[in-house]
């Protein structure tokens, strides 16, 4: 028995399926083409420029006061945030840092404490008011801050009062 010809797709090669021919092509040029419609392209949305080099410094020191002056403790507790650093400082050395002389001049109460990014640095606001902080305190709080984060200066506010462009000195 002889198969029957039934139109032109047994003439081209093309049997069963109108999907296996030209209409496929078709058919998968349609989808390609409603697929990429109702997405268009937009200018470039301006932002704040990206931060260069590390945030946050892995290897933290808290600075305490010894002798009169400010000195760097590295600390083995990873990473900290500037809301950490406050409230360490604050909560003042362990007791080995202690038995090695160290102390803290900033207040129990300068935490809790915001830090911000400012383009020229950090703005910091603790809990208390920076114009009755000793001068120790003050470099103990902007030490260590940029310590964490080498930024410029550090703007320290509280209570009403504040100490522009402060560096660790």
Same mark, same amino acid.
């Given at each position: 028995m002889r198969p029957k010809i039934v139109g032109a797709a047994w003439e081209n090669g093309f049997r069963g399926t109108p999907w296996r021919g030209p209409l496929r092509k078709l058919a998968l040029g349609l989808v390609l083409f409603v697929s990429a419609c109702g997405i268009r392209p937009t200018d470039p949305i301006p932002g704040l420029e990206a931060p260069s080099g590390p945030v946050e410094n892995t290897s933290p020191a808290l600075y305490w006061v010894s002798g009169g002056s400010v000195v760097p403790v590295k600390r083995s507790q990873g990473s900290l945030s500037g809301y950490d #650093? #406050? *409230?360490?400082?604050?909560?003042?050395?362990?007791? %080995?840092?202690?038995?090695?002389?160290?102390? &803290?001049? !900033?207040?129990?109460?300068?935490?809790? =404490?915001? #830090? $911000?990014?400012? =383009? $020229?640095?950090? $703005? #910091?606001?603790? %809990? &208390? $008011? !920076? %114009?009755?902080? %000793?001068? =120790? *305190? !003050?470099?103990?709080?902007?030490?260590?801050?940029?310590?964490?984060?080498?930024?410029?200066? !550090?703007?320290?506010?509280?209570?009403?009062?504040?100490?522009?462009?402060?560096?660790? *000195?």
């Open positions: #650093v #406050v *409230a360490l400082l604050a909560q003042g050395p362990t007791t %080995s840092e202690q038995n090695r002389g160290l102390a &803290t001049e !900033v207040p129990f109460d300068a935490a809790p =404490a915001t #830090v $911000d990014r400012v =383009a $020229d640095g950090l $703005d #910091v606001t603790i %809990s &208390t $008011d !920076v %114009s009755l902080l %000793s001068k =120790a *305190a !003050v470099q103990q709080i902007v030490c260590t801050l940029l310590g964490l984060q080498n930024v410029g200066a !550090v703007n320290l506010r509280g209570g009403g009062h504040s100490l522009e462009l402060q560096k660790c *000195a």
